[in-house]
């Protein structure tokens, strides 16, 4: 697991400014536009799980649980709150409730001593759950149906400004901006005293419960702040769309955000950003009749990638320099 440099940090930074500044001037079609902020929601989600899993070494194996609590809160919660402020309310709602779940879940968790593998299938099996509860309540959630008809974000300060996300382009440029703040977010967790600790947690739990670390309390601490950022873009993602069923809490989008962190890099932050949004990108335009092609790639990718890139594409530049280095 390799963290992301300062350097590195800044060098994704400015790549990721002038990519989200630069694809709508390259691509006028709401289709590439809309698929594209697709994929950086999703990177924000895979950013989360890379978080918790990278930083901590707390493998979370249904990170769409949170991710789906946000989305179904934001439908939900829009029928309660009205008015300029209801955004950023709905949004600090969401994301205090998720947490909340989050970290009862990790609490109970690891004061019982349940982790590595043991802690990732009790997610599993809580997401299924979680599941199965929203298809079963469905005059709340809609059932299999979902809710449909979800309102846009608006931004608004009384007297000055107003904007309402409801076109593609400003969706675009508001996801694009979620994706930096939160890249900078994870990458100041990272480098923080706080996750100093976590990294010293990850690589022997023991030794920094012995310096006094309280590590319970760490690492509830770090699945609470994973499961709010998912919270958070899950909310945007079902506004985004206008629809959220209960396939956003589901394995499948849980298995493939494991997919995504695999194949980038546990740690890295930047690896599953752009993971996230290229397949996510090649995805939507495979759509239909090759759907099963899709699946046939990417799952020859991740065993490609287990086998001969176990670090993922984010080792790629430090195995070229080393294989330069020795010639």
Not at 139 to 160: A, C, F, H, K, Q
Not at 221 to 244: C, P
Request: proline share 3%; hydrophobic share 60%; aromatic share 8%.
């Amino acid at each position: 697991m390799n963290l992301l440099s300062r350097r590195g940090f800044v060098i994704s930074l400015i790549a990721l400014v002038v990519l989200v500044i630069g694809i709508p001037l390259a691509f006028s079609g709401n289709f590439v536009i809309t698929i594209v902020a697709t994929g950086m929601l999703f990177a924000v989600l895979a950013l989360s799980m890379d978080l918790l899993w990278g930083t901590a070494g707390i493998l979370h194996l249904a990170p769409a649980l949170s991710f789906g609590i946000g989305a179904y809160l934001w439908a939900i919660l829009n029928d309660v709150f009205e008015g300029w402020w209801s955004t950023p309310v709905i949004l600090v709602v969401t994301a205090v409730i998720a947490a909340a779940v989050a970290g009862i879940v990790a609490l109970v968790a690891f004061r019982s001593g349940v982790k590595d593998i043991y802690f990732a299938l009790l997610t599993l099996a809580l997401a299924l759950a979680v599941q199965q509860i929203i298809l079963s309540q469905g005059d709340i959630t809609g059932g299999s149906n979902g809710l449909v008809g979800i309102p846009t974000p608006v931004i608004e300060l009384p007297g000055l400004f107003r904007l309402e996300l409801k076109s593609q382009l400003s969706l675009y440029y508001f996801a694009g901006v979620l994706l930096i703040a939160a890249l900078v977010a994870a990458f100041l967790v990272q480098r923080s005293r706080f996750g100093r600790v976590l990294v010293g947690l990850r690589e022997n739990e023991l030794r920094a419960d012995a310096l006094g670390y309280r590590t319970l309390w760490y690492k509830t601490a770090i699945s609470m702040v994973s499961a709010a950022m998912a919270a958070i873009v899950g909310a945007i993602y079902g506004s985004t769309i206008g629809i959220v069923d209960p396939s956003v809490v589901g394995v499948a989008l849980s298995i493939q955000v494991f997919v995504w962190v695999t194949l980038g890099g546990v740690g890295s932050l930047i690896g599953p950003i752009v993971i996230a949004v290229l397949l996510t990108t090649t995805q939507s335009m495979l759509a239909g009749s090759s759907a099963t092609v899709y699946q046939l790639v990417t799952g020859c990718l991740f065993v490609l990638a287990v086998l001969f890139l176990p670090n993922g594409i984010a080792s790629i530049p430090s195995l070229l320099k080393r294989k330069l280095t020795v010639k």
